[in-house]
C-alpha cells in the first residue's frame, strides 16, 4: 500500500519540478531577449504595408512608426504611427503606450473626423487599420506582460530556435496564448503562431530579412502576418531604420497628434 501512494506521489512531484523547470527557462529566454534590445533610445523606420484579401488582390499603404524607448523596468515602450499614403488615410495618426499589467494607454488620429479617439481596452483585439495585426501587436515586447514556459527547441530553417509559450497576464487579450520561435544564436524572433480565445489556431507571423544596427540591435526588414481563419495576409517591408535621433516624451503626446508630421 504505502508503494502505491508513494509512486503516484514521486511521480507528480516530478512533474511539478518539470513544469517549474520550464517555467523558469522560458523565462530566461524572455528577459535574455529583453536585455540585448536595451539601450537603443530612441528609434524611426519607414514602412510599406501591403493588405491581400482572400482572393489574392492587394492594397498599399506607407507609413512611419517612431519609438521611444523607456528604461524603467516597470513602464513600456512609446510608439508613433504615421499614415503618408493613400490619400484617405494621409495623416492618420496612431500613439501607443505600453504598459505591463495595466491596460495600454491607446489613441487614434481620424484627419477626416478631426478627432482623436482612444482605443478602449476591451478592443484591443480588434484589426489595425484594416490590416491583420491587432491593436495589441502594434505595443512593444514587455517581459511582465505574459507568463513565459520553454516548450522544446528544434530546427528552424538553418538555425536552432527556442519554441516557447508566452500567456498574455494582460486583461481583454484576443488570444490565449502565443507560440514564439526564438534563434539561440541572437535570440530573435523568427515565428509566432497566435491562438484565438477557442484556443484555436488564428494567425502565423513570419519574420524575415534581419539586419544588425549599431553593431547590435536585430531588426527584421519583412514581416508577414497570415489570417489562417479568414485567408487574408498583411505584409510589412521595412527600410531606413534610424536610431537615436534625439526624439523625447514631448514627440509622444496626444496633444500633438493632430500635427504631427
Not at 506521489?9 to 535574455?32: F, P, T
Not at 484589426?127 to 505595443?139: C, I, L, W
Not at 514556459?149 to 538553418?158: H, I, Q, T, V
Not at 491562438?195 to 553593431?215: A, H, I, M, N, P
Amino acid at each position: 500500500m504505502v508503494k502505491f501512494i508513494i509512486l503516484p506521489l514521486i511521480l507528480v512531484v516530478s512533474l511539478a519540478v518539470e513544469a517549474l523547470g520550464s517555467e523558469q527557462k522560458g523565462l530566461e529566454i524572455a528577459m535574455e531577449m529583453d536585455r540585448r534590445d536595451q539601450g537603443f533610445g530612441d528609434s524611426e523606420v519607414t514602412l510599406r504595408m501591403v493588405l491581400t484579401n482572400r482572393n489574392g488582390e492587394s492594397s498599399t499603404r506607407e507609413l512611419r512608426i517612431r519609438t521611444l524607448e523607456m528604461p524603467a523596468e516597470n513602464t513600456g515602450d512609446k510608439s508613433l504611427t504615421i499614415f503618408d499614403y493613400p490619400k484617405d488615410v494621409k495623416g492618420t495618426a496612431f500613439l501607443s503606450f505600453t504598459k505591463i499589467l495595466e491596460p495600454d494607454d491607446q489613441w487614434l488620429y481620424l484627419p477626416a473626423l478631426k478627432r482623436v479617439k482612444r482605443i478602449s481596452s476591451a478592443n484591443k483585439s480588434g484589426p489595425f487599420v484594416g490590416s491583420e495585426f491587432a491593436y495589441e501587436d502594434m505595443t512593444s515586447f514587455e517581459v511582465g506582460k505574459y507568463a513565459h514556459k520553454w516548450l522544446r527547441d528544434e530546427p528552424c530553417g538553418a538555425l536552432t530556435c527556442f519554441v516557447v509559450e508566452w500567456t498574455p497576464r494582460y486583461e481583454n487579450s484576443g488570444y490565449t496564448r502565443q507560440v514564439s520561435w526564438v534563434d539561440q544564436a541572437e535570440y530573435r524572433i523568427q515565428k509566432v503562431e497566435y491562438y484565438d480565445r477557442k484556443s484555436e489556431l488564428l494567425k502565423t507571423l513570419v519574420f524575415q530579412d534581419y539586419k544588425q544596427y549599431l553593431g547590435q540591435y536585430w531588426r527584421a526588414r519583412k514581416m508577414l502576418m497570415v489570417n489562417h481563419q479568414t485567408g487574408k495576409k498583411t505584409t510589412l517591408e521595412f527600410s531606413d531604420h534610424r536610431f537615436r535621433g534625439g526624439l523625447d516624451e514631448g514627440d509622444f503626446s496626444k496633444g500633438r497628434l493632430n500635427r504631427v508630421r
